[in-house]
């Protein structure tokens, strides 16, 4: 059974003297903590809110104003690091330039993995450049980007002793989380003596967590970790070397575009999908372990969101518009109207714009059957919202029927559309407010309010907002097929 004192239990009476070993250390070691964030998850299960397109990481859960992404950068705010590292999938990179922009966060790389492989590949990546930026001797704070921790004292004083453990020999910590309840949809570990790690165990069934909670050896495996780059990096080697080669490989072809750092996307094809936990932790004879007791969820379903989240007397969440009545034990979420319950319980209830779930709680786990029936009907609404944001603006689907749809088009001041055609698609802009320029084949002209124009399929065109403020416009497709991957761009700011 590990030892049930730790750092981040601040009544103990050795905790001065711990927390001062812990400043002298940094002071004298001069170390350098450079938090690196994984946001390459999709969260189908928290569909509808959740889509490839505008992920879980992404998404305000909770109402409080901020992503879990951006909780999870603002999370390290009070420790002393460098600047971060975040790994994302190539589609997400300017929902991530945003968010970090909002917060006024800068000088942050951003590695564009072009395919996802798993956190092994991801983590090497983000050593590499953590060693370019700052050396080899800098700790990783690795952190998924989709926890919510809001006890963030706690996580502080955790990832203090974590600190003193990876200087220690160079062991690779990771973080287990303090059960309390008999989870079944997390991995464990079980800890020894000195924060040893004896065992990594897949998700139980129910009774094996039942005794995984009452003998008070196992931890949640959080998928947090903090160790040296080049431990990391030598470790991976040793046990996986290929990962280790591709991803080197891969990195080598380095290049900046903007604020991104792209990598070779051919040899990052032939890298392995692995998790770090498969290729390194269950290996390494340096694993150590630090118990996190706090509030902390991956909020991976719904009803993982309904048993962290604070409920009302009747045991309901309630986010956004919603009345309900003699109802209980419900999570009910609105997104762009009037949602109203009456004599049900138990049940999850998510409204957005386009798409309405129902489901008992219990099936929480079976969203992605939904999903995967959505995916196999060729509709959209796995992948997008009716409000799309982009980074020259946003876009909202309006209507669609047999043959046409209908947006409604914000540019903000200042920025273009790509240059681009469309091979089975016609468009009729009309300006709403605002100023547009618009490039068409080879005319250049400007509309103003209640002007249009028409885009005839095949014809290469631009749309601009040169003005002061925001341009509202809308647009008319109509044609014989009308996906979002009906374009070809000849030139575009944001390197797509």
């Given at each position: 059974m590990y030892p049930r004192t730790f750092l981040f239990y601040p009544s103990l009476h050795w905790f001065p003297l711990l927390y001062f070993h812990f400043t002298f250390s940094i002071k004298e070691h001069f170390v350098k903590i450079v938090p690196v964030i994984l946001a390459g998850g999709y969260g189908e299960r928290l569909w509808p809110l959740s889509r490839s397109h505008s992920p879980k990481p992404f998404i305000d859960l909770l109402n409080v104003s901020h992503t879990l992404f951006q909780e999870t950068v603002l999370r390290f705010s009070g420790l002393s690091t460098c600047s971060p590292i975040v790994v994302c999938h190539e589609d997400h990179r300017f929902l991530v330039a945003q968010q970090l922009h909002s917060l006024s966060i800068q000088d942050v790389s951003i590695i564009l993995e072009p395919y996802g492989r798993n956190t092994a590949p991801a983590i090497a990546l983000a050593a590499l450049e953590a060693q370019q930026k700052y050396g080899e001797e800098v700790l990783l704070l690795v952190l998924p980007a989709d926890h919510e921790i809001q006890n963030v004292k706690a996580f502080e004083a955790a990832v203090q002793q974590a600190i003193l453990l990876a200087k220690e020999n160079g062991n690779l910590v990771t973080f287990g989380i303090r059960p309390t309840r008999p989870e079944t949809g997390y991995g464990y570990i079980r800890c020894g003596n000195d924060f040893s790690v004896e065992e990594f165990v897949e998700k139980p069934n129910l009774e094996t967590a039942l005794g995984y909670l009452a003998s008070e050896d196992y931890l949640w495996n959080s998928g947090m970790f903090l160790f040296?780059?080049?431990?990391?990096?030598?470790?991976?080697?040793?046990?996986?070397?290929?990962?280790?080669?591709?991803?080197?490989?891969?990195?080598?072809?380095?290049?900046?575009?903007?604020?991104?750092?792209?990598?070779?996307?051919?040899?990052?094809?032939?890298?392995?999908?692995?998790?770090?936990?498969?290729?390194?932790?269950?290996?390494?004879?340096?694993?150590?372990?630090?118990?996190?007791?706090?509030?902390?969820?991956?909020?991976?379903?719904?009803?993982?969101?309904?048993?962290?989240?604070?409920?009302?007397?009747?045991?309901?969440?309630?986010?956004?518009?919603?009345?309900?009545?003699?109802?209980?034990?419900?999570?009910?979420?609105?997104?762009?109207?009037?949602?109203?319950?009456?004599?049900?319980?138990?049940?999850?209830?998510?409204?957005?714009?386009?798409?309405?779930?129902?489901?008992?709680?219990?099936?929480?786990?079976?969203?992605?059957?939904?999903?995967?029936?959505?995916?196999?009907?060729?509709?959209?609404?796995?992948?997008?919202?009716?409000?799309?944001?982009?980074?020259?603006?946003?876009?909202?689907?309006?209507?669609?029927?047999?043959?046409?749809?209908?947006?409604?088009?914000?540019?903000?001041?200042?920025?273009?559309?790509?240059?681009?055609?469309?091979?089975?698609?016609?468009?009729?802009?009309?300006?709403?407010?605002?100023?547009?320029?618009?490039?068409?084949?080879?005319?250049?002209?400007?509309?103003?309010?209640?002007?249009?124009?028409?885009?005839?399929?095949?014809?290469?065109?631009?749309?601009?907002?040169?003005?002061?403020?925001?341009?509202?416009?809308?647009?008319?497709?109509?044609?014989?097929?009308?996906?979002?991957?009906?374009?070809?761009?000849?030139?575009?700011?944001?390197?797509?």
């Open positions: 040296e780059a080049n431990r990391y990096l030598d470790e991976l080697a040793c046990y996986r070397s290929d990962i280790h080669q591709t991803v080197c490989t891969a990195y080598r072809g380095r290049k900046e575009d903007m604020d991104f750092v792209r990598i070779d996307p051919d040899a990052f094809l032939q890298c392995s999908s692995e998790s770090i936990d498969y290729a390194v932790m269950e290996f390494t004879k340096k694993a150590k372990v630090v118990p996190y007791v706090g509030d902390w969820s991956d909020i991976g379903t719904w009803d993982a969101l309904y048993d962290y989240a604070e409920k009302d007397d009747q045991q309901n969440l309630i986010l956004g518009d919603v009345i309900a009545e003699d109802s209980s034990h419900c999570l009910i979420r609105s997104e762009s109207r009037l949602v109203s319950v009456l004599g049900v319980s138990n049940l999850v209830i998510v409204e957005t714009a386009d798409v309405v779930l129902v489901m008992d709680k219990d099936y929480a786990q079976d969203v992605k059957k939904i999903v995967q029936r959505v995916k196999d009907s060729d509709r959209e609404e796995h992948m997008f919202h009716k409000l799309v944001h982009r980074p020259w603006g946003s876009y909202e689907t309006i209507d669609l029927g047999e043959r046409y749809k209908v947006k409604r088009i914000t540019v903000k001041t200042g920025e273009k559309l790509s240059v681009q055609m469309h091979h089975h698609r016609a468009e009729h802009w009309i300006v709403v407010s605002g100023t547009a320029k618009v490039q068409k084949g080879d005319q250049v002209f400007f509309l103003q309010e209640n002007e249009s124009t028409y885009i005839p399929v095949g014809e290469i065109h631009s749309l601009e907002n040169p003005g002061e403020a925001p341009l509202e416009l809308v647009e008319v497709q109509s044609g014989s097929y009308l996906g979002e991957d009906d374009i070809v761009r000849f030139s575009d700011c944001y390197g797509r």
